[in-house]
């Protein structure tokens, strides 16, 4: 076997157990989350729920969390991270909306 086919083998593996850790932790989150929704019933609860175990379980997001869309304007809500803009204008074509 030439060099370059031995390269490409362990490249190969390489990126495998880097997507077999990804999809276990991924599983494990999910799980987590399972678990922990089923505690509290108000949605701004499990939305802090899910933005805090996301931002300490994600490595390489600097903020994790929701907006909600009120009177035309997408408002901020729960959050962790970053100070993040308050206040967006509805983009006509965002999210499905005429």
């Known amino acids: 076997m ?10 190969i ?4 157990n880097i997507l077999m850790k990804k999809e276990r932790r991924y599983k494990h989150i999910t799980k987590q ?3 922990l929704l089923t505690v509290t019933d108000p949605s701004i ?3 802090a729920t899910i933005s805090t175990l996301l931002y ?5 997001f600097s903020w994790t969390g ?8 997408l408002l901020v809500s729960t959050y ?5 803009c308050q206040k967006l204008k509805k983009i ?3 999210a499905g909306q005429p």
């Open 2 to 11: 030439n060099v370059s086919k031995v390269k490409n083998k362990i490249l």
């Open 13 to 16: 593996n390489f990126e495998k």
């Open 33 to 35: 989350l399972e678990n």
């Open 45 to 47: 609860l499990r939305m």
């Open 56 to 60: 300490n379980k994600m490595k390489g």
């Open 66 to 73: 929701f907006y909600l869309l009120q009177n035309g304007e």
């Open 80 to 84: 962790h991270g970053l100070p993040a």
């Open 92 to 94: 006509p074509a965002f």
